[in-house]
C-alpha cells in the first residue's frame, strides 16, 4: 500500500487531498495508530533483546539459574502481550492505509461534483434538425434493437437485451474501437471477469466500491465493473524490465455494476445499467510523470480518434478531486453529445494513477540503474455500450426513421450505409 512514510512527512497534503476527494478517512486517527505502532514495535524489540540476553545469562550464571528463568518467563508474557496488541493495531492501521488517497498533480480543478469539472475542447457540431427527433427507445422500438420487458422478467430493472440490429451494431462498435486501438500497439486481452478480493483492493476498487460490486459469496468472488481489474491485477507480483515499457494491453469483456446510489436516476432506457460491455485501455510505464502525461494524453487521443470516426459530438472535461476515485491522480472524461438528454453526458473516463496500484499490486520494473521500482498504471475507456447506442443512435438518426452508419463502421455492419 502507500509508503507510510509519504503520509507522516506530508500530511498535510494528505489531509487536502482527503477533504477535495471526500474520503471518510480520519487522518488524526491513522496517524496516532502509527505512532502507537512504532512505540509497541520498539519495546518488543527491547523485549526481544532482553530475552537473549537472559538466555545468555542462564549459561553463565548458574547461581542465578532459578531468578533469571522467572524473569524470562514474564519477559515473554510481556512479549506475547505485545505482539497481540501490535497485531490488533496493524489491523486498523492497515485498513485505515487502504483509504489513503492517491494526491492529484498540479493543474486538477477543485471541486464537489462533476457540476465542477471544467471543459477543455469540444469536437463535432450538434445538428439542427427540421424534424421532430426520436430518442434512442423510440428509435429502438421502430427497429426492433432492444427488449426491454422481457429481459427485465428473466433478470430485473434495469436488464435489457439487444436484438438483431441492436447486437449487431454493439458488437460492431466493440470490434472497431479494439481494432482501432490494436492497431496503435496495445496486445488484445479477454481478462478474467470474476476475480478475488485481492485484485478488485489492488486496482483500488475496494474498500470503498464495494457497495456497486456484485459478489459471488460461496466462492469468494466478484464481478468486475471493468477488465482493467483483470487485466492490471494478472501481473501481481511482477517484475518487468526497463526496456518492456511502457506495456500497453487493452481488454475487452462483459462488465457488472450494481450502480448502487443511483435508485430512481437514469430509470428509462439505456444509460444506467447493471450490465454492459466495454474496450478498455490499460498502460503500465515507468515511475516517470512526465512519461505518465504523455500515455495519458495518447490514451485519450486513441478514443478521441474513435468518435470522431463515428460522428459523434462531444467535449473533454478536466475531471475535479470530488468527481476522482480514490487513486486517480489525473482524469478526464469524454462527453458525448446526447440529443434526448439536451446534455454532454460521460462515455469515456482516462485515468492515470501513478504508483497507487503498483504498490498494492507489487507491479515493479528494473530502472535504468538496476534497481527496482514501482511503475505506473493508466487506463482508459476505447468505447462502452449500450450508453454509447444512446448517441450513436440519437446523433444518426435520419428524417424517415432510419439510422446512417458511418462510413469506418460499415465494414462491420455487412457494408450497410444504414439501418432500417
Known sequence: MIDIERVRTNSEKYRETIRAKKIPLDLDRLLHLDLQRQEAASRANQLRERRNKLSEQVAQEPQ????????SRQNGEQLTALQTELTVLEKELDELLGMVPGI?????????????????????EIKKRAFVEKDHMQLAAKHKLVDLDGARQVAGSRAYALLGDGALLELALLRFALDSVVSKGFTAVLPPLMVNRAAMFGTGYFPLGEDNAYELEEQKMFLTGTSEVGIVAMQMNRLFDRDELPARFVGISTCFRKEAGSAGRDTRGLYRVHQFQKVEQVVFCENDPEIAAKEHLALLQNAENILQALELPYRVVAVCTGDMGLGQVQKHDLETWMPSREAYCETHSCSTFDDFQARRLNLRYRG?????????????TAIASPRILIPFLENHQNEDGTIHIPPPLRPYMGNRAKIG
Do not use: H
Open 104 to 124: 492529484p498533480v498540479d493543474g486538477v480543478p477543485v471541486g464537489d461534483t462533476d457540476k465542477d469539472n471544467v471543459e477543455i475542447r469540444r469536437w463535432g
Open 368 to 380: 535504468e540503474d538496476k534497481k527496482k521500482k514501482y511503475l505506473f498504471t493508466l487506463n482508459n
Open 64 to 71: 542465578n539459574k532459578q531468578q533469571l528463568i522467572s524473569e
